[in-house]
């Protein structure tokens, strides 16, 4: 997976109407609502892998947070159910937004 993020004026030569690709995940919400969420950023901490997805319909709305796991050599994305693990990595996250932020 690749780790170029794009923005509107990024300057890379990539067409974004026609020609940037979009890793696009359906989920499911507590109330059982299908949403559209678009990777937008991954991340590793202590051996594990994590991607961060924006609803497309509402990119204003905070990212969520979810765990790569492998099996059968299939990937697919988790839900982070333990306190400490999803304390850790939104404190990674967070520090991670507050450079990106920085530098714009």
Avoid at 31 to 60: C, H, I, W
Avoid at 84 to 99: F, G, L, M, N, Q
Wanted: glycine share 6%.
């Amino acid at each position: 997976m690749s780790e170029h993020q794009h923005g509107d004026n990024c300057g890379c030569g990539h067409d974004h109407d026609h020609d940037h690709e979009e890793h696009v995940f359906i989920v499911t919400d507590d109330e059982g609502q299908e949403r559209e969420m678009v990777m937008v950023y991954t991340f590793e901490s202590e051996d594990k892998a994590y991607a961060v997805l924006l609803d497309r319909n509402d990119p204003e709305a905070d990212g969520v947070i979810f765990r790569f796991e492998e099996e059968n050599e299939e990937t697919f994305l988790v839900g982070i159910e333990d306190d400490a693990e999803w304390d850790r990595v939104t404190a990674i996250y967070e520090e991670i937004a507050k450079v990106e932020n920085g530098q714009e």
